[in-house]
């Protein structure tokens, strides 16, 4: 039973979790919150989580926070239900924030995709592109990784419903392998890695490992993608591999970076 008085819960915050096009992965981190669900479970209204219940109650929602792509009519039309049902919009994870994996096919041809894929594609309705929920709507704060960290999400929900600024770092991977005591890779092995422009979040677990970073969390705050492409090729990155590693997770937001600073443009 709840040890929350009835008055407060009458006017307690309400948040609401979607999904669009993802692997669920993000929803997931925020159930893996366990302990710290419980007691944000008693000073919210959950209001709409269909990971969690099949409870699902209407706006308006004081915070929606949206996992996945928009890659479907379906996504395009949900996404902007969302926002006009939505005090605030949080979109969590590479897929909400970058287009995610699935945005691999905005280099490629989808429909070929569709008919190797599936056994009778012409079911298949998608849109050309996936793209972020940004693309479609105002956002008010984009949670990057894949997935994102506990940690950082629960800074964000906290942030937005006592009305204050998140504290999410905007540094790189570097930073982090630093404060953890960790040897660059690129420095001591000639290791390929994406750390200098790679946004953090994930704690460098793969430098720790002697592994190059993937770029999981999307880009930093201040990139320097001239710079670290020479790098890249140095240690052994081909023109295709550089593309690979530049798109895997956050395709759209790397392509981006990379059109900019007229480093780097994927075939």
Avoid at 54 to 81: F, I, K, M, N, Q
Avoid at 119 to 131: G, V
Wanted: aromatic residues 6%; proline residues 7%; charged residues 20%.
């Amino acid at each position: 039973m709840s040890t929350v008085p009835a008055a407060a819960r009458a006017t307690r915050p309400t948040l609401a979790v979607f999904k669009l096009a993802s692997c669920d992965g993000c929803q997931l981190t925020l159930l893996d919150c366990e302990d710290e669900l419980l007691e944000l479970a008693g000073r919210v209204e959950i209001r709409h989580f269909l990971e969690a219940s099949s409870a699902v109650g209407s706006g308006p929602y004081d915070l929606a926070l949206v996992e996945g792509s928009v890659t479907t009519a379906e996504d395009r039309r949900r996404v902007h239900e969302i926002r006009a049902a939505a005090r605030h919009l949080v979109t969590i994870g590479a897929c909400a924030t970058a287009g995610g994996i699935q945005a691999l096919r905005n280099f490629a041809d989808v429909a070929e995709y569709r008919a190797t894929v599936y056994a009778r594609p012409e079911y298949i309705a998608t849109l050309a592109t996936s793209t972020p929920v940004s693309a479609h709507v105002p956002v008010d704060f984009e949670l990057r990784g894949c997935p994102i960290d506990r940690g950082q999400l629960l800074e964000v929900i906290t942030a937005f419903l006592v009305g204050r600024k998140p504290d999410i770092p905007d540094h790189s991977v570097c930073f982090a392998c630093k404060r953890r005591g960790t040897v660059c890779v690129t420095v001591a092995h000639g290791t390929p890695c994406l750390g200098p422009v790679t946004h953090a979040g994930c704690g460098a677990i793969c430098p720790a490992y002697g592994r190059g970073c993937y770029g999981c969390f999307g880009p930093s705050a201040t990139p320097n993608l001239p710079a670290l492409i020479p790098l890249l090729r140095r240690d052994g990155m081909d023109e295709p591999t550089l593309g690979r590693a530049l798109r895997t997770y956050n395709a759209t937001a790397f392509a981006e970076l990379a059109a900019r600073s007229g480093e780097e443009r994927p075939s």
